[in-house]
Nanobody
């Protein structure tokens, strides 16, 4: 059984930081590109950041570039999203996603086969 479990969400004030974690189990994700997406109420799910299987390549949405950092630890089969200088517009449910093995990082939700249950991030003014 494949599982992606996110953690680290919460309620913070504007300007604060949070680090999200996504722990993978059930199959080998060490060779899979992974990503973070988010979905705010009434809006479509949007790309936040992605990372190649090696961690050598990372991609970010313009809205988070310079504030968020995606990283991974393949030994722990965990992906992280460090979020700094949080803004109220970052409020959303954040989802971790993984592609099938040997695929490159992508910004398209449809390219990802595995998804976590999501973790809520709320940023107050």
């Amino acid at each position: 059984q494949v599982q992606l479990v996110e953690s680290g969400g919460g309620l913070v004030q504007a300007g604060d930081s949070l680090r999200l974690s996504c722990a993978a189990s059930g199959r080998t994700f060490s060779n899979a590109a992974m990503a973070w997406f988010r979905q705010a109420p009434g809006k479509e799910r949007e790309f936040v950041a992605s990372i190649s299987w090696s961690g050598s390549y990372t991609y970010y949405a313009d809205s988070v570039k310079g504030r968020f950092t995606i990283s991974r630890d393949n030994a722990k089969i965990t992906v992280y999203l460090q979020m700094n200088s949080l803004k109220p517009e970052d409020t959303a449910v954040y989802y971790c996603a993984a592609r099938r093995g040997n695929s490159g990082a992508s910004y398209r939700p449809g390219d990802y086969a595995y998804w976590g249950q999501g973790t809520q991030v709320t940023v107050s003014t």
